[in-house]
């Protein structure tokens, strides 16, 4: 099936400093990648939508300047959390619609946990 | 709100006993997934109902779907130690053509042996 590599799995980074999530699709093209941003214990919030050759598209309220979006591929997405905050901590995912989707549902990478020091 | 609401937010069960959620939503809808979730992990595709569906099977998982209702339902029968998880339900919308997925605020579902 459809599988989306998302590295790193954990990251802890200092104040200020800038931090690179990457989101591969490993066995189909991924023309559109999705964003979410999950605190503990609550639901994802889309964040983003990725899309290759173009502009990403960000949700009301998100910040485009400090969660820089380049979908540089048909297979790569990154997300950059520039001059990172301890609010910025979080649990980050991606997704992507997989093959036969809407059918076989989106396909989501694994999550990055970043905290914030 | 960018979410629908689910309920119950948690549930407590014994192993083989049914479980059931339950995910509202506000607009309409091309389709509804329901997804788990393990504690930090991402999150797995389980079912997707559209809209002209009333219910669907797969597995020990049946989903309906009431559209006048704008909700939906999860049943996991017999349940097992490892549904321990945390549910979702996501809709995608009418009026976007991007394929925004929109969660619900989920249900953490705990399976004891």
């Known amino acids: 099936g459809a599988v989306v590599s998302q590295h790193p799995s954990r990251v802890i980074c200092k104040s200020g400093t800038s931090v690179k999530i990457e989101c591969r699709s490993l066995d189909f093209q991924a023309t559109t990648m999705f964003w979410y941003r999950q605190f503990p214990k609550q639901s994802l919030m889309l964040m983003a939508t990725s899309n290759e050759g173009s502009k990403a598209t960000y949700e009301q309220g998100v910040e485009k300047d400090k969660f820089l979006i380049n979908h540089a591929s048909l297979t790569l997405s990154t997300l950059t959390v520039t001059s990172a905050h301890p609010e910025d901590s979080s649990f980050y995912i991606c997704?992507?619609?997989?093959?036969?989707?809407?059918?076989?549902?989106?396909?989501f990478g694994s999550g990055t946990r970043l905290t914030v020091v | 709100s960018q979410q629908g609401e689910e309920d119950p937010q948690a549930l407590s069960i014994q192993e083989g006993e049914n479980a059931t959620m339950n995910c509202s939503y506000k607009?309409?809808?091309?389709?509804l997934q329901w997804y788990r979730q393990n504690s930090g992990r991402g999150l797995v595709h389980l079912i997707l109902?559209?809209?002209?569906?009333r219910e669907k099977h797969s597995g020990r998982l049946r989903v309906t779907l009431d559209t006048s209702k704008k909700s939906s339902s999860l049943l996991i029968t017999a349940s097992r130690a490892a549904d321990t998880a945390s549910y979702f339900c996501?809709?995608?919308?009418?009026?976007?053509?991007?394929?925004?997925?929109?969660f619900g605020q989920g249900t953490t579902l705990q399976v004891k042996p």
């Open positions: 109902i559209r809209s002209n569906e």
């Open positions: 607009t309409s809808i091309n389709n």
């Open positions: 996501a809709t995608a919308r009418v009026s976007s053509n991007t394929g925004k997925l929109i």
């Open positions: 997704s992507a619609p997989g093959q036969g989707a809407p059918v076989g549902g989106y396909t």
